[in-house]
Structure formats: C-alpha cells, structure tokens
C-alpha cells in the first residue's frame, strides 16, 4: 500500500487531481501532452477513457502505473487507496505494479517474453505455480497444455491477449487498466472481451480502466465514461448518462461514429491538433458545429453539471 493510505473502503479505489503531464523537449521546452486531468475510479467499477488517437489517453495511463519515460514531466496528485503515487520513488512502484494496480499493454506481442512459456510467465508473475490453471481460466482461456507450454509466437492473436490479461491478474490488483484492447476486434469480439471485464469486476471486484477509441461500442460496458480531447478531460460522468445524453459536442460526435471502431471518426470534420499545434481557447472550436467567437479567445473551465456531471464547454458556464 502506498504511504500514507488510509484505504477506507468508503473513499474511491483512484483519485486524479489536476494531472497535467508534460513533453519536456530541447531547451527546455514543455508541450503539454494531458492538463488538469481530474476523476475518480470507484473500487471495483468500470470505467471507459475515450477519445481519437493523440489525446493523452496512453500517457495518462502510463503516468498513473508510474512508467512515463524521463522526458516527461507530471505534476498534480494521483492517489491509490487514499495514497499518493504520482512521482513516488521507483522501489515503492515496483511493490505496487501488479499487486495493486496492473497494465494490459495494447500489443501482446511487445509485452509477453518471448522466451518464456505461458506455464512459467504466469508463475513468474503469481509468484507460485499454485492456480496457474484457474488464472488463465479467468481470463476466458481454457488452461490446456498446448497453451500453458506455448511460447508467445506459437499463440493466436486472441490467446495472446487473455494471456495478457490474465498476467494483469495475476496477483488480484485493485484496478487494471487496458490500453486498447478492443482494437482491430471485431463486433463481436468486442462484445465478448467487455464482457468478459464486466464479469470480472464483479466476480473478483476489480476495478478497470478501459482506454479505447470510440465509446459507442463500450456503452452498456462500462459505469463511467471519461472522454479526452487535446489532452482535457472534456466531459465525465455516468456512463449511461453521458451515452445517452452527451453534454459536450465532441462526446456527441464521437458517438455517432458507430461501426468506426479503430478507425478514422467519419463524422468529425478535420484531425485533432499535434502536440505543437494545439489552439488557443477551446482546443475543439475548430472542428466544433456549435462554437461562438469567445470559444477561439479562452478556455473553457470544467463546469459541474447535474449530479457527477461534469463538462469543458462554454455552453454550460453558470
Ligand atoms: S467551448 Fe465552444 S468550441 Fe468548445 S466545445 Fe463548447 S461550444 Fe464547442
């Protein structure tokens, strides 16, 4: 557990306050790759991070396991069972990868040793060869010889995956974040794997982050939604009710791009900006229907809308 955790069940599993997160280049300079990143992660619920390629999500999820690489800076707070994490020493992340929170990498491939066969990374990872079969069996993977004596290239794409999974497992974390798992799956594959995360928060009660692209696929899989644009949390809430009632015009955008999954968004004119390139004012007004001349001049805060609601959007000032 991380110093100072009270860990009382009553208070949320994860705590994001104000994390911005960024690029250090040559003389010093900082681009901004995600700011005043603010949400909670309730124990044992699942929660959706959403948005295109090049908003933050991945460097989000890297800072919160503590693996941002040296170029790049955090600051804000991200507390673990009422801990603080965010920049703690390396010898105390290391106690708490895999045992309280874990990573599913998005290529299988690059995480899973290749020299090592499915049998001894599971047990490498569970520190015992106790329940190797059962681990593999929660991550829907039928624990047979062939695959527990496999080597990583001598599994399918998909078997691949819920050995991922089930290494994220391994020590029973209290939250395990997934970087993309849904990409390149089809429908139903898609439907499957969320299921399958669904079941086991309820079962183990594990909380999880799922980062993907579009959240229309996710809808009636996740409890929360969080949508990125540009490095801002844009819009958060309910998941049912940001689904059904999208506050922010990106998050209604993004959700008319059903059938897109893991490919471009048809239905948003233009790209969201480079890192360089950011706009001043509202990050979206230049792809945004709805914009007004002051959304080009300033930044919108994040304004509480009803309940756990909240949204980056002029619209919903005051
Ligand atoms: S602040 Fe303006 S540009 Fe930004 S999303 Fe709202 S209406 Fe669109």
Do not use: W
């Not at 999880?208 to 844009?234: E, K």
């Amino acid at each position: 557990m991380p110093s100072g955790a009270s860990g009382e069940p009553s208070e949320p599993l994860l705590q994001v306050r104000d994390l911005a997160i960024d690029l250090v280049g040559k003389k010093n300079r900082a681009l901004p790759v995600v700011s005043g990143a603010s949400f909670e992660i309730p124990r044992g619920a699942v929660t959706g991070l959403f948005g295109e390629s090049g908003c933050g999500k991945t460097t989000l999820a890297l800072a919160l396991m503590g693996l941002l690489a040296p170029r790049y800076r955090a600051r804000g707070s991200v507390r673990l069972n009422g801990g603080e994490i965010l920049n703690c020493a390396e010898r105390q992340l290391e106690t708490l990868r895999g045992a309280q929170i874990a990573l599913i990498f998005q290529d299988p491939m690059l995480a899973l040793n290749p020299v090592l066969r499915v049998r001894s990374q599971l047990a490498e990872a569970m520190r015992t060869k106790a329940g190797v079969e059962d681990t593999l069996r929660r991550a829907g993977l039928e624990p047979s010889a062939r695959i527990l004596d496999a080597y990583p290239h001598q599994l399918s794409g998909g078997e691949r995956q819920r050995v991922l999974i089930a290494l994220a497992l391994a020590r029973r974390p209290a939250l395990v974040i997934a970087d993309e798992p849904f990409t390149a799956l089809d429908s139903a594959r898609v439907s499957e794997l969320s299921s399958l995360f669904r079941g086991l928060s309820a079962s183990l009660g594990t909380a999880f982050l799922l980062i993907d692209h579009s959240p229309a696929a996710l809808a009636r899989s996740v409890d929360d939604a969080l949508v990125m644009y540009a490095g801002r949390i844009v819009e958060r809430g309910p998941a049912g009710a940001v689904m059904t009632a999208p506050l922010h015009p990106y998050t209604a955008a993004l959700l008319k791009c059903v059938g897109g999954h893991g490919k471009p968004l048809p239905t948003i004119q233009g790209n969201p900006p480079g890192l360089a390139g950011r706009p001043p004012g509202c990050a979206f007004h230049p792809r945004c229907e709805r914009r007004e001349p002051c959304c080009a001049r300033e930044e919108p805060a994040e304004y509480m809308v009803e309940g756990r609601r909240a949204v980056r959007c002029f619209r919903y000032a005051g």
